[in-house]
């Protein structure tokens, strides 16, 4: 069950579903949020994510060992993004910061009472403890920095940027990447307090369909979005920030490795330009065809402030990527342009001295 927010109590606020429950979608007007959140204006109540926090002197070197980033090392104040998986399939997928005293990990609200108690179940004789704070934290977020919140503790998206370790499996030129556009930031503030900071801060409030709209923008997976049972980090270039790929031995390592160096991923994210003259959007979950062959599903959807009707689908790689696709939401059709995120041919890494060949980002 979702803790619902204080700020639902706000003017205008109309309650958010899935993921986003207990927090408001928009206040009123989305597209106005919008604009202003991307302007570094505003600031979205994230407050039905997760917090777990681990604390201990074996904290981090105890995280590196179950995780598929490089954390030992990890500084006070330094951010980073790991994940944990059973054979190579994304089981948890953490925002990470270190304060010096404690580890806290930000995940999707439903997943962390089964997050902390996983690293319950692992932590043997080692001198860690785990606790699920979530009822104590909440999360807020903005794409510029928020003066005022600077007592905070703030995790900084390392998306798009390559993490040591990592690789792009984008078929996007680095500098072109659309996540360069969005920076983020996530705030932790007591659950007590987050009205009070909210005011305090002097910034607008946007909802969760203005912060999902930027995230769609910038190519950034979400967790139970982007993800089923099957997913592998090498199909939502998540590799780039959450994956390094010469540490040390960890739960689904092999499969990560092996992938990677030797084969490709079955599927690719893809970014969706959609068709928007029907003034409706299709749902999350609708098939994606070309032709009459389902050749994937669409996994997050919004209507952007520019750019109109904008979608993120998981596709088999072998769709051509010149091919035009349909959305097909229980009989309304959709037009979808496509937009590479995942390179067709991503993988097979090893003999490549400069990684994947790409291409400039059509415009």
């Given amino acids: 069950m979702s803790i619902k927010s204080p700020l639902l109590n706000r003017p205008g606020a109309v309650e958010a579903a899935g993921a986003d429950a207990g927090t408001a979608a928009h206040y009123g007007d989305p597209l106005r949020e919008q604009r202003a959140l991307a ?20 904290r981090l070197s105890w995280l590196n060992t179950l995780s598929s980033q490089q954390v030992a090392a990890l500084k006070p104040g330094e951010s980073s993004e790991l994940l944990l998986s059973v054979q190579g ?55 510029a920095p928020v003066t005022a919140w600077s007592d905070f503790a703030v995790w900084t998206d390392p998306w798009p940027r390559v993490s040591p370790g990592g690789h792009a499996y984008t078929a996007t030129d680095e500098p072109a990447h659309p996540g360069h556009e969005r920076p983020w930031y996530e705030y932790l503030i007591p659950r007590e307090g987050l009205e009070d900071a909210v005011g305090a801060s002097g910034q607008a409030l946007a ?55 030797l084969g490709h991923p079955p599927r690719r994210l893809v970014f969706l330009q959609l068709d928007g003259s ?40 072998s769709v051509d990527p010149d091919e035009q696709l349909t959305v097909d939401d229980e009989g309304e059709l959709y037009a979808a342009a496509q937009e590479l995120v995942v390179s067709p041919d991503a993988g097979q890494a090893v003999g490549r001295p400069t990684g994947l060949l790409r291409s400039p980002r059509p415009r």
């Fill in 39 to 58: 302007r570094g204006e505003a600031v979205t109540d994230l407050s039905s994510r997760g917090v777990v926090t681990v604390s201990g002197e074996d």
């Fill in 89 to 143: 399939r994304i089981e948890h997928d953490a925002r990470v910061l270190d304060d010096g005293e404690r580890t806290w990990l930000i995940v999707e609200g439903d997943e962390a009472p089964e997050l902390s108690a996983w690293l319950d179940s692992m932590k043997f004789m080692l001198r860690v403890e785990v606790r699920d704070v979530t009822a104590d934290w909440a999360v807020a977020g903005s794409v």
């Fill in 207 to 261: 909802g969760s369909m203005a912060a999902e709209a930027l995230r769609i923008a910038a190519w950034r997976p979400r967790l139970g979005a982007e993800t089923d049972d099957k997913t592998i980090p090498h199909e939502l270039d998540l590799i780039r920030t959450a994956v390094h790929l010469a540490k040390g031995c960890y739960k689904g390592q092999e499969t990560i490795a092996r992938v990677h160096n």
């Fill in 278 to 317: 029907q003034h409706t959007l299709p749902a999350a979950g609708s098939p994606v065809k070309l032709g009459e062959r389902v050749v994937g599903r669409v996994t997050s959807v919004a209507q952007h402030y520019e750019m109109g009707a904008i979608a993120l689908a998981v596709i088999k790689r």
